[in-house]
C-alpha cells in the first residue's frame, strides 16, 4: 500500500470525483481463492433508454478503477452517467493497486484473469443486476488483453459490446520496450534482488535499495520533475514520458502519479514478452491442467467471437504501438465488419482515459459505440 503523504492534493482512493450517484461496493471471491471487488455508481432512472444496460469499465496493470473516477476532470463514470448509462460498475481486478497482490512474488498471468476474475466478476454483476441485464465492457491495457482474451476462451458471455483500449489479442511494443521485457526482470528479480518495481521507490527512505533506483532512473529521465513519472517510464513503454503525452494531463494528476499507478512483480512481464513474441496472445504455461479449459492461442479463438469490439488506440501510444491496428486487421480476416477501429489523434496510451479533456477529445467516441449497440 502506498505510504501516507501529508502533501497529498487528491485523497488516496477517493470516490469523491462521481458525487451525484449511489455508491455501493460489491465484495466477491474467485475460484482460486481471491478476494476482489466492484464498485457500483447508480442513478435514479428518468427514462427506460437504456435502463437494461449496465457498463462494466476495467482498468490495467498497476492501475485501478481510480482511473475513471478522478475529481480533477470529467471522468469516464460519470460521462456515462450524464450519458444515460445509469448503472456502472469499477471492478479492481487481481491487477489493482488497490490490493496487496501485486507486491508479492506471485505467479499469475492474463490466463489467471480470463479463468478467474472476470468470470466472477460477471457472476456478482448479474446476481445483483438481474440475468437479463445488458452488459457493455470498456477495458484498457492488460485488462482489455485478459477480458478480450476471456471474451474468445468463452469464460465470459453475453456482453453486448467492449471496448478494448491500447491492446487486445495482438500486443506489439518498441524495439527498447521488448529489449526491457526480455532482460528487465531477471536482472531486477535475481542480480537487483527488488521483488517488484514501484513508481513511488523515490519516497522510500534515503538510501535504501528503491530509493537508489529512483535516483538512478532520475539521471536519465530529465523530462520533468516528477520521479514517480520516470519510474512509470522504465516500468512501461518507450519513451519520455512513455505512458502518456505530459500536455494532456493535468498537473495535480501528473503529480499524483504514484497513487493512480501500483507496483508489480515480474509473472505479466513475463506473459507480455511471449505474447508479444508470438504477435498473438497466448496461453502462458500450456502445460499446467489448471488452464486446460483456455486456448493454447486466443487469437485463432476469436474467429469466432460474437461481441462486437471496439479497438481504441491513441496515435502516440509509446506502450502497445500499433497493437490495436494489428489487431483489426487480423479480426477483419475472419469476420468482416464486426469490429471496428478507432485511432484518436494527440493522445497516448493511458492518458486516453486520464486526460484533462477527454470528455471532448476522447468519450464521445466510446458513447458513439455503446449506444449503437444498445438498441
Given at each position: 500500500?502506498?505510504?501516507?503523504?501529508?502533501?497529498?492534493?487528491?485523497?488516496?482512493?477517493?470516490?469523491?470525483?462521481?458525487?451525484d450517484a449511489q455508491l455501493t461496493v460489491h465484495p466477491f471471491n474467485t475460484d482460486d481463492g481471491l478476494g476482489l471487488s466492484m464498485l457500483r455508481f447508480e442513478r435514479k432512472r428518468a427514462s427506460a433508454s437504456h435502463q437494461?444496460?449496465?457498463?462494466?469499465?476495467?482498468?490495467?496493470?498497476?492501475?485501478?478503477?481510480?482511473?475513471?473516477?478522478?475529481?480533477?476532470?470529467?471522468?469516464?463514470?460519470?460521462?456515462?452517467?450524464?450519458?444515460?448509462?445509469?448503472?456502472?460498475?469499477?471492478?479492481?481486478?487481481?491487477?489493482?493497486?488497490?490490493?496487496?497482490?501485486?507486491?508479492?512474488?506471485?505467479?499469475?498471468?492474463?490466463?489467471?484473469?480470463?479463468?478467474?476474475?472476470?468470470?466472477?466478476?460477471?457472476?456478482?454483476?448479474?446476481?445483483?443486476?438481474?440475468?437479463?441485464?445488458?452488459?457493455?465492457?470498456?477495458?484498457?491495457?492488460?485488462?482489455?488483453?485478459?477480458?478480450?482474451?476471456?471474451?474468445?476462451?468463452?469464460?465470459?458471455?453475453?456482453?453486448?459490446?467492449?471496448?478494448?483500449?491500447?491492446?487486445?489479442?495482438?500486443?506489439?511494443?518498441?524495439?527498447?520496450?521488448?529489449?526491457?521485457?526480455?532482460?528487465?526482470?531477471?536482472?531486477?528479480?535475481?542480480?537487483?534482488?527488488?521483488?517488484?518495481?514501484?513508481?513511488?521507490?523515490?519516497?522510500?527512505?534515503?538510501?535504501?535499495?528503491?530509493?537508489?533506483i529512483s535516483k538512478l532512473v532520475d539521471l536519465v529521465h530529465t523530462e520533468c520533475d516528477v520521479p514517480a513519472c520516470h519510474m512509470l517510464s522504465v516500468m512501461w513503454g518507450t519513451g519520455r514520458p512513455a505512458l502518456y503525452?505530459?500536455?494532456?494531463?493535468?498537473?495535480?494528476?501528473?503529480?499524483?502519479?504514484?497513487?493512480?499507478?501500483?507496483?508489480?512483480?515480474?509473472?505479466?512481464?513475463?506473459?507480455?514478452?511471449?505474447?508479444?513474441?508470438?504477435?498473438?496472445?497466448?496461453?502462458?504455461?500450456?502445460?499446467n491442467p489448471a488452464y486446460a479449459a483456455l486456448p493454447n492461442d486466443y487469437l485463432d479463438a476469436a474467429a469466432g467471437l460474437k461481441t462486437p469490439l471496439l479497438l481504441m488506440t491513441g496515435d502516440q501510444n509509446h506502450v502497445?504501438?500499433?497493437?490495436?491496428?494489428?489487431?483489426?486487421?487480423?479480426?477483419?480476416?475472419?469476420?468482416?465488419?464486426?469490429?471496428?477501429?478507432?485511432?484518436?489523434?494527440?493522445?497516448?496510451?493511458?492518458?486516453?482515459?486520464?486526460?484533462?479533456?477527454?470528455?471532448?477529445?476522447?468519450?464521445?467516441?466510446?458513447?458513439?459505440?455503446?449506444?449503437?449497440?444498445?438498441?
Open positions: 500500500m502506498p505510504k501516507p503523504s501529508s502533501t497529498r492534493e487528491i485523497p488516496l482512493w477517493t470516490t469523491s470525483g462521481v458525487p437494461q444496460a449496465a457498463v462494466l469499465v476495467v482498468h490495467g496493470l498497476t492501475t485501478s478503477s481510480d482511473m475513471f473516477i478522478m475529481p480533477e476532470h470529467v471522468n469516464l463514470v460519470t460521462y456515462l452517467l450524464d450519458n444515460g448509462y445509469e448503472d456502472v460498475w469499477t471492478l479492481d481486478t487481481r491487477m489493482s493497486n488497490r490490493f496487496p497482490y501485486d507486491r508479492v512474488e506471485h505467479g499469475w498471468t492474463m490466463d489467471d484473469l480470463a479463468l478467474y476474475d472476470f468470470p466472477a466478476a460477471l457472476g456478482k454483476l448479474r446476481q445483483e443486476a438481474g440475468d437479463r441485464v445488458r452488459v457493455h465492457a470498456i477495458t484498457h491495457c492488460l485488462g482489455a488483453v485478459a477480458f478480450t482474451m476471456a471474451l474468445a476462451a468463452g469464460t465470459v458471455t453475453d456482453i453486448t459490446s467492449c471496448v478494448a483500449n491500447s491492446v487486445a489479442l495482438t500486443p506489439r511494443v518498441p524495439s527498447w520496450s521488448a529489449v526491457k521485457l526480455a532482460f528487465f526482470p531477471t536482472l531486477a528479480e535475481y542480480i537487483i534482488g527488488v521483488p517488484y518495481l514501484d513508481p513511488t521507490w523515490s519516497e522510500n527512505p534515503f538510501l535504501t535499495r528503491g530509493w537508489l503525452e505530459h500536455r494532456n494531463l493535468l498537473e495535480v494528476t501528473h503529480r499524483r502519479g504514484g497513487d493512480l499507478y501500483g507496483a508489480t512483480s515480474y509473472r505479466y512481464y513475463r506473459h507480455v514478452l511471449a505474447m508479444v513474441r508470438a504477435k498473438r496472445a497466448v496461453k502462458y504455461d500450456r502445460s502497445f504501438d500499433g497493437s490495436n491496428q494489428a489487431c483489426y486487421a487480423e479480426l477483419e480476416k475472419t469476420a468482416p465488419g464486426r469490429h471496428e477501429l478507432a485511432v484518436i489523434p494527440g493522445y497516448g496510451h493511458q492518458d486516453v482515459f486520464m486526460g484533462k479533456d477527454v470528455h471532448q477529445d476522447v468519450f464521445p467516441t466510446v458513447l458513439d459505440f455503446l449506444k449503437r449497440h444498445s438498441s
